[in-house]
């Protein structure tokens, strides 16, 4: 296990729903792409180690930073991930992704949709 435990406020239900995770990194100019040859190969260990869904994004309002996305289908599932699905190899790429980066990643975990009670506007 070489991830750390997310340090979340809230812990969703087992069988909530989905979890996205949203991964920022800050990449130098001249290792750009390095960056984008190296998370072709993060993107298949996310995928392989429970993932559904994976994007990369560079944000429009700074061009050196990219966002990952990925999905997995509940809490359990990305807490796998988390406690032994990784490997010798993933810890490679993320090893190699992470010397590329100007500073560390930062990510955030988005918890599966708060149901929101019914409006009670009248028609």
Not at 75 to 97: F, I, M, N, P
């Amino acid at each position: 296990m070489f991830w750390q435990a997310a340090p979340l406020q809230v812990i969703p239900d087992a069988d909530a729903g989905q979890v996205v995770i949203e991964v920022n990194y800050r990449v130098a100019p001249d290792n750009e792409a390095a960056f984008v040859e190296a998370m072709a190969d993060l993107r298949r260990s996310r995928l392989r180690s429970g993932g559904f869904r994976w994007e990369l994004y560079r944000t429009g309002e700074d061009p050196h930073e990219f966002v990952e996305v990925f999905a997995t289908p509940s809490w359990d599932e990305h807490l796998r991930q988390h406690e032994g699905r990784l490997t010798a190899a993933d810890k490679a790429v993320e090893d190699w992704v992470a010397g590329l980066l100007e500073e560390p990643a930062t990510s955030r975990h988005l918890l599966p949709p708060v149901t929101l009670p019914p409006d009670d506007v009248e028609e």
